[in-house]
């Protein structure tokens, strides 16, 4: 691992159940050395990405306006986000788009429905790695050799969320999910509701969740809410590889720079 990406995972060690750290609980929860976790805090703390108050750190305002570039700046997310809130205007649901990094879940984007669903995981919270529509509809497009090592790391919790006991089982629900096209879990994150999610082509790897109340979804037709995610999914990976093929385009004029026409005498 890199200095950069150790620095980083100073990140990690903070979550909603330990907020604030000394510096000492964050060397034991990274295992690094005295030397070594107060060089990391020391500039993290500098830059604003963290904050101290009373002996603890806690994170910073630095990211606190990172996150203000994203939600109001972001070009693909607002890109998304259109479709997203049209999604939710003929749906009258929720609608998240999740994101896939270091075996972490995260909603990215959240648009409220007519419906005040109470919803565990919102925006920048990670959700379960193996529960939730969100999260299997992503792991079911995974490559397998990724697929694999998933496996390898949480047995027991892929158990756990009946999703199978040995590596055959395990594939074998995630490609009867990839063929489905779309995951549905009903009360595996809150005991009220259901979620629909289809995959999405974002870097890094998302999904598109549809979020209704279990009784709403209960008079719903299934195929017709999928139909419709999957067409808000389609729409929103057009637009990525039209925007993708667009800068391709420019950095290849850029790489062959301007053409030079030779006139004769």
Not at 55 to 63: A, E, H, N
Not at 174 to 180: M, T
Not at 182 to 209: I, K, M, Q, R, Y
Request: charge should be neutral; glycine fraction near 6%; proline fraction near 5%.
């Amino acid at each position: 691992m890199s200095s950069l990406a150790k620095m980083l995972s100073v990140f990690d060690a903070f979550t909603p159940e330990t907020p604030a750290l000394s510096a000492e609980d964050i060397m034991a929860k990274l295992g690094y050395s005295r030397g070594t976790a107060y060089r990391y805090i020391r500039e993290l703390h500098t830059a604003g990405f963290l904050s101290r108050v009373a002996g603890q750190y806690t994170l910073g305002p630095r990211i606190i306006e990172l996150d203000y570039h994203i939600r109001e700046a972001d070009p693909h997310l607002q890109m998304i986000q259109k479709v997203m809130q049209a999604l939710r205007d003929r749906t009258e649901c929720d609608v998240l788009l999740t994101s896939f990094f270091e075996n972490r879940v995260v909603v990215s984007l959240h648009e409220r429905g007519l419906s005040a669903l109470k919803m565990s995981f919102g925006r920048g919270r990670a959700m379960p790695l193996f529960k939730g529509a969100g999260s299997k509809i992503i792991l079911a497009c995974l490559p397998m050799a990724r697929q694999r090592k998933l496996y390898a790391g949480h047995t027991a919790e892929i158990a756990a969320a009946g999703l199978g006991d040995t590596w055959e089982e395990f594939r074998a629900a995630l490609l009867a999910i990839r063929r489905a096209g779309a995951a549905v879990s009903v009360a595996e994150l809150d005991p009220d509701n259901v979620g629909v999610a289809v995959p999405v082509n974002t870097d890094p790897p998302g999904s598109l969740v549809l979020v209704f109340s279990a009784a709403r979804y209960a008079m719903s037709d299934e195929k017709f809410v999928i139909q419709v995610a999957k067409e808000a999914a389609e729409q929103i990976n057009e637009m990525i590889k039209k925007r993708n093929d667009d800068s391709d385009r420019v950095l290849d004029l850029l790489i062959e720079g301007p053409k030079i026409v030779a006139h004769g005498p």
